[in-house]
């Protein structure tokens, strides 16, 4: 026996196969409005700003007084100005070295706190205290540590060779102090985010591979490295960005000396504005941001290519 299913007036008989009518969401005018003071803070003093840098890169302005254009003349200047190269070369270097010791030295510690040992809250206070002290404080402390206390300890010991002076004055060493003061205050931020990167394993994993006979070497291979890809990336990224523009560790513990050996991009620009060379640095601004956008594309790229999800 079959009954008809009446439909009632009010009502509308609907397919299921139909599609349902799609609601294009409006956003309201009220989230506009408290953009507008956000976007004009950010045009007022960065874009605008930014914009009238690169017209006067094109100047023979030095800071004050009358200007006239001079084309590309600074910037012609600028690739065969052996200061500015080398400080390019300084700075990729010390940003490559940085980073990959700040990410090799957080990974063995955030496996070492990541692990069951004693005292590992305490620990990880004392590995995060670097993180909120001031750059220039840092440095001012390091200065005195590497020109005054290392020497007169490896002299007392009756060792000789560099350490037994100030590697801060030796054009060959004073980089290293640079990595050593930037990597010690960098690692906590990226030791935060290994220990997320691990505590999201499940142990099963591990459970499982030891049965099978995997080593904790084998595991870390295995496991751990492929996983924590995604964290390794963003350390990564966040690295390089924040190293390229190093200033005031390079300040406090050389300021760019001996000679220019430890000069960073940053520091030669800022320094530029203050002896007449405001166009000519301007120009150098341009260059260093065109070359930090190539690298951020770049690592975008290999983001995608390797399918890590962020």
Do not use: C
């Amino acid at each position: 026996m079959t009954t008809d299913t009446a439909t009632s007036p009010g009502t509308r008989a609907t397919d299921p196969g139909a599609e349902a009518p799609r609601h294009r969401s409006r956003v309201p005018r009220t989230y506009y409005l408290m953009l507008l003071p956000a976007l004009a803070l950010f045009t007022f003093f960065i874009t605008l700003p930014a914009l009238a840098g690169a017209l006067f890169s094109l100047t023979n302005y030095v800071g004050f007084g009358d200007w006239e254009f001079v084309g590309i003349n600074n910037y012609r200047v600028m690739f065969t100005d052996p200061k500015i190269l080398s400080a390019y070369v300084f700075t990729i270097g010390f940003s490559v070295v940085t980073v990959i010791v700040v990410n090799v030295l957080a990974m063995l510690l955030a496996l070492g706190l990541n692990a069951k040992i004693r005292l590992k809250t305490a620990l990880r206070g004392v590995f995060f205290v670097p993180m909120v002290i001031s750059g220039i404080v840092i440095a001012y402390v390091f200065n005195y540590l590497f020109s005054t206390s290392l020497p007169s300890i490896v002299q007392s010991l009756g060792v000789g060779g560099p350490l037994s002076q100030s590697i801060l004055a030796n054009e060959d060493l004073a980089w290293l102090s640079i990595v050593i003061v930037t990597a010690w205050q960098s690692i906590p931020m990226a030791l935060i985010i290994y220990l997320a990167g691990l505590q999201a394993i499940p142990d099963e994993v591990y459970e499982a591979a030891a049965l099978d006979g995997a080593t904790p070497g084998k595991q870390f291979w295995a496991i751990t490295l492929p996983l924590m890809a995604g964290y390794v990336v963003i350390n990564t990224v966040l690295g390089v960005k924040n190293f390229l523009n190093a200033y005031d560790i390079i300040v406090g513990l050389t300021n760019g000396g001996p000679g220019t050996s430890t000069m960073s991009v940053a520091m030669s620009i800022f320094t530029g504005f203050n002896s007449g060379d405001y166009a000519y640095q301007m120009a150098n601004a341009v260059i260093f941001f065109l070359v930090t956008v190539i690298v951020s594309v770049l690592q975008l790229l290999l983001i995608r290519r390797r399918g890590v999800q962020l």
